[in-house]
């Protein structure tokens, strides 16, 4: 049969995820944000997911429906404050202990993407040591350098925003969109990209930024 | 006695960034620095984002959410500009690519230590982004903060009190009232506002320090509002 990852909707393209699951969600600073994947595992339901997002509630994403929804046990991110003066809901539930919040760099965050999504089960990395995120983590001196050991992240679900997809799944971007996509699709056993447009036709190879063997479920939600 | 303002302190900090090199400013006052680069310096700066080659923030019309810094600023692009995933754009960060970094600081040691990361804000969640990878990737890191907090009390310290971004990393501070830098040796201070004395600067700062032997008065002209 013909390869097709094209979905009919973003329902659909939450079929088969479970509560427990780990879930990347793409985005920073107001591009690559997947809001409409976002809102489709909200009305799917799946609880006790933990959310793996670099930041926990930016304004521009709807990740506060999920955690407002008391889907997300866990959440792993380089950011974790709200801008408004006040709590987010993801503040107020960390302060009442009711979510827990692995705060991570940025760097490292997106390194241990790769490596789950790459093979490698752990690295090392000089950022944060002597540092609190650091805490508990076994260090080793390397070539004169203090680094830290860092472990991979993989999960089972991610989603993310690209422009365009085939219907082989491979994806284009569109300017700063691309972000941590790339890295979480190769992270996640289930990787379903929203796009602005799918097309019949074969993104031309050299214009693929991510091949669609990383992407399992592609759905179409216009600009 | 009126130190300098955020735009002049933004001003300062931009001069000393060479032609040619690879920049990544912080959010807050270091941004600032890229309206000040003095003419005929060609630099790309890089935010965390993936976007290297970052131009002037976009005007309202031409605003689209998908070209965004890292501060989630809406902006434009310079010829030559670039965009690549997170992970290619913290292999630039931490694999030595970046030539200066500038970041905010709440305070800083005399054998480098940064802190900047967490003030320790009563309930807000922890947010470090990419300070702790900026501090110990870039090739040269540098700080700017007041020289003292509200209450008065140094942010130049012998030890941070504040918990740190990373360790060993800042080579020079630019202050609202000094330029220093940090050697094998402390503090060394390279300038200083006309208005302040050297006693006055002992006074606000928490360490001790020496003067550069070309040391001199910290000059900004008067910069559009």
Redesign the interface.
């Known amino acids: 049969m013909a390869i097709d990852k094209r979905v009919a909707s973003a329902q659909a393209a939450m079929e088969g995820v479970r509560d427990g699951a780990v879930v990347f969600v793409s985005g ?5 944000f997947a809001n409409v994947l976002i809102r489709a595992l909200r009305d799917h339901g799946a609880k006790e997911l933990t959310l793996v997002v ?1 930041s ?3 304004r ?1 994403s709807l990740t506060h429906e999920l955690i407002a929804n008391g889907q997300v046990r866990k959440v792993i991110a ?5 801008r408004e003066p006040g ?2 809901v ?2 107020q539930l ?2 009442d202990g009711k979510i827990e ?1 692995e ?6 965050f ?2 241990r ?2 490596a789950g999504g790459a093979g490698i089960p752990a690295f090392y ?9 650091a805490k508990g983590k076994e260090t080793r001196t390397i070539n004169g350098r ?1 680094c830290v050991l860092e472990h991979a992240i993989s999960g089972d679900l991610a989603l993310l925003r690209a422009d365009i997809a085939d219907r082989f799944g491979n994806l284009v971007f ?10 979480m699709a190769t992270a996640a056993r289930l990787a379903v990209a929203e796009v602005r447009a799918t097309q019949d036709e074969p993104i031309a190879p050299e214009r693929v ?1 991510l091949s669609g063997v990383f992407i399992d479920r592609v759905v179409a939600v216009g600009a | 006695m009126p130190g300098l303002n955020r735009n002049e302190m933004a001003w300062r900090a931009a001069q000393d960034i060479a032609d040619g090199t690879v920049v990544n400013l912080g959010i807050g006052i270091p941004v600032l620095a890229s309206d000040h680069l003095p003419a005929g310096r060609d630099v790309f700066f890089q935010s ?4 290297i080659g970052v131009g002037p923030a976009a005007a309202l019309d031409e605003a ?9 600023r ?1 902006v434009t692009l310079r010829s030559g500009a670039t ?5 290619a ?2 292999a630039m ?2 694999g030595g690519h970046i030539d200066v970094t500038v970041l905010g600081a709440f305070e800083v040691a005399s054998n480098g230590d940064f802190a900047n990361w ?1 003030s320790r804000i009563p ?11 900026l501090a ?2 870039a090739r040269a890191v540098w700080a700017i903060m007041e020289h003292n907090t509200r209450a008065g009390a140094p942010r130049l310290l012998e030890r941070c009190a504040l ?5 060993r990393c800042v080579r020079r501070v630019f202050t609202d009232i000094a330029v220093v830098d940090i050697t094998a040796a402390g503090f060394v201070v390279r300038e200083l506002l006309a208005d302040v004395s050297v006693d006055q600067l002992r006074a606000r700062t928490g360490a001790p320090f020496s003067l550069a032997p070309d040391f001199k008065p910290l000059l900004v002209p008067p910069l559009p509002a």
């Open positions: 920073f600073g107001g591009a690559g670099n926990a509630t930016h521009l380089s950011a974790g404050r709200g709590l987010s993801f503040e960390l302060k919040f705060c991570v760099p940025q760097g490292t997106a390194e993407i790769r990395t000089p950022v944060a040591y002597g540092t609190d995120l203090d569109r300017h700063a969109q691309v972000n941590f996509g790339p890295a930024q | 965390e984002n993936g976007v689209d959410s998908d070209l965004v810094d890292a501060g989630s809406t965009i690549v995933d997170s992970t754009s913290f960060i931490r967490d309930d807000k969640g922890p947010l470090v982004g990419g300070a702790m990878d110990v990737g918990p740190l971004t990373a360790v």
